[in-house]
């Protein structure tokens, strides 16, 4: 049985562990229908399903209400939530999602239910269980973002081209790490490759001069949620 979510007010505490039940069912901190504003499913109605918790502090990050609180959700009520608002897209987001070991059993039923779903997550975690149906919506993290430390670079090598790799840049100097990293592993061979300004740090007419002078074999995108309803939770 569920019950509504609770969104907790942000903390800039860093758990060393992501609460865990021993139970089928998983920390939800809201559901909730939206025009996915990112990546290759931009502009689809969407259903995000936002899960409680993160093991990072991203310098930039808009979603600080999710580190903690949230409700206990069973997935069997995850998925009746989703079936009410009649969308065939799912993003499975956070937080980050992969910090609650059952999130692979959601992504699977969710495929199994036909649903064209999504993983946003950090890359900081194993996505090579991920069922192979999700799109995997992997960050790169930059140094401006505070946590390049916690890269896991073993997955690129589980990526395929139905995957996506995500570079939010704060400036000049993460540019052109970004830029050095997609020539030296070859990224846009693996799959789509993003290149995102941070809001407020980096004016996106200039990242956007970068990728066109620098002929960079990626893809620019502007948050379309942002535009349109700034950081407003649950839109």
Known sequence: MNSSP??????????????????????????????????????????????????LRCAYCDTAYAFHGGTWWEIDDILAEVAKHGVRHVCVTGGEPLAQKRCLGLLQRLCDAGYAVSLETSGALDVSQVDARVSRVVDVKTPGSKEEARNRWENLDALNPHDQLKFVLCGRDDYEWARALVHEKKLHERCTVWFSP????????????????????????????????DDEPGR
């Open 6 to 55: 609770e969104a907790a007010a942000p903390s800039l505490a860093v758990p060393s562990v992501i609460e865990q039940s021993p139970l089928d069912r998983l920390k939800i901190t809201e559901i909730f229908l939206s025009l996915q504003g990112e990546a290759l499913d931009a502009g689809w109605p969407t259903v995000f399903v936002r899960l409680t918790g993160c093991p």
């Open 198 to 229: 941070s809001k407020s740090e980096l004016d996106p007419r200039a990242l956007a001069d970068w990728i066109v002078e620098d002929r960079l074999p990626v893809r620019f995108q502007l948050q379309l949620h942002k535009i349109l309803w």
